[in-house]
T-cell receptor, first 111, second 117 residues
Framework: DAKTTQPPSMDCAEGRAANLPCNHSTISGNEYVYWYRQIHSQGPQYIIHGLKNNETNEMASLIITEDRKSSTLILPHATLRDTAVYYCIVRVNTGGFKTIFGAGTRLFVKA | GAVVSQHPSRVICKSGTSVKIECRSLDFQATTMFWYRQFPKQSLMLMATSNEGSKATYEQGVEKDKFLINHASLTLSTLTVTSAHPEDSSFYIC?????????????FGPGTRLTVT
C-alpha cells in the first residue's frame, strides 16, 4: 500500500474547523483514501473515505486534490471530544486488502 | 455501523502462561479478520490477516508459533499469546471485514490490554 505523510501533531480551538493534511504522492489509481481516528486506549474509529471525489458525512469532509496526491480531512466544528490521533491510509477497496497504519496526526482540541 | 467486540478488555497474566483473546463480529459475517498490536505512544502494527477457514498470514517478524490465530467461523477469531513474557505486554486490537461486493469496510474492536507480569 502507498505510504502517507502526516504532520505529527496539530492544535485546534474548540468550535473552529480542524484541517488535517495528508500526502500520498505514490497513490495508485485503484487505491482509496481512508481516515480513521483513535481516541486514547480505544480501537480505531472509521471517519470517511473517498477515491477521487470530495466526500462529506455527519462526521467530516474529505477533500482530495485533483491529482490525488494529497487530501485534507476537515472537522467543521471541532469539540474537545475530537482530541485523538488521526490516521490517513491509502488502500485498495477489494479483497485481499491490508490496512497499514502510519504514525498519524495527534490533534489537540483546546477550549 | 457494524460492531466488533473483544474479550477480555484487559487481562493480567504471569510470565510463561498463555492467554487467549476473542474477537467477534456481532452483526455481520467477517470473511477476513486482522490482528494488530500497539505499544504505548506508537501506531498500530499489523500482526496477521486471517480468512475464515484458512491459515493466517503473518506479517514479517511476527512469530506464528507464539501468536496463534484461529478463524474458525465467520463471526469469531481468536488470538492466543503462548508462553507470554513481559515484552508481549501490549494493546491488541482486532478488526473485521465483511468483504461484501463493493464494500470492503473494516471495523475495529475496542482492544484488549495485556499485561504480563
Amino acid at each position: 500500500d502507498a505510504k502517507t505523510t502526516q504532520p505529527p501533531s496539530m492544535d485546534c480551538a474548540e468550535g473552529r474547523a480542524a484541517n488535517l493534511p495528508c500526502n500520498h504522492s505514490t497513490i495508485s489509481g485503484n487505491e482509496y483514501v481512508y481516515w480513521y481516528r483513535q481516541i486514547h486506549s480505544q480501537g480505531p474509529q472509521y471517519i470517511i473515505h473517498g477515491l477521487k471525489n470530495n466526500e462529506t458525512n455527519e462526521m467530516a469532509s474529505l477533500i482530495i486534490t485533483e491529482d490525488r496526491k494529497s487530501s485534507t480531512l476537515i472537522l467543521p466544528h471541532a469539540t474537545l471530544r475530537d482530541t485523538a490521533v488521526y490516521y490517513c491510509i491509502v488502500r485498495v477497496n477489494t479483497g485481499g486488502f491490508k490496512t497499514i497504519f502510519g504514525a498519524g496526526t495527534r490533534l489537540f482540541v483546546k477550549a | 455501523g457494524a460492531v466488533v467486540s473483544q474479550h477480555p478488555s484487559r487481562v493480567i497474566c504471569k510470565s510463561g502462561t498463555s492467554v487467549k483473546i476473542e474477537c467477534r463480529s456481532l452483526d455481520f459475517q467477517a470473511t477476513t479478520m486482522f490482528w494488530y498490536r500497539q505499544f504505548p505512544k506508537q501506531s498500530l502494527m499489523l500482526m496477521a490477516t486471517s480468512n475464515e477457514g484458512s491459515k493466517a498470514t503473518y506479517e514479517q517478524g511476527v512469530e506464528k508459533d507464539k501468536f496463534l490465530i484461529n478463524h474458525a467461523s465467520l463471526t469469531l477469531s481468536t488470538l492466543t499469546v503462548t508462553s507470554a513474557h513481559p515484552e508481549d505486554s501490549s494493546f491488541y486490537i482486532c478488526s473485521a471485514s465483511s468483504g461484501l461486493a463493493a464494500s470492503y469496510e473494516q471495523y475495529f474492536g475496542p482492544g484488549t490490554r495485556l499485561t504480563v507480569t
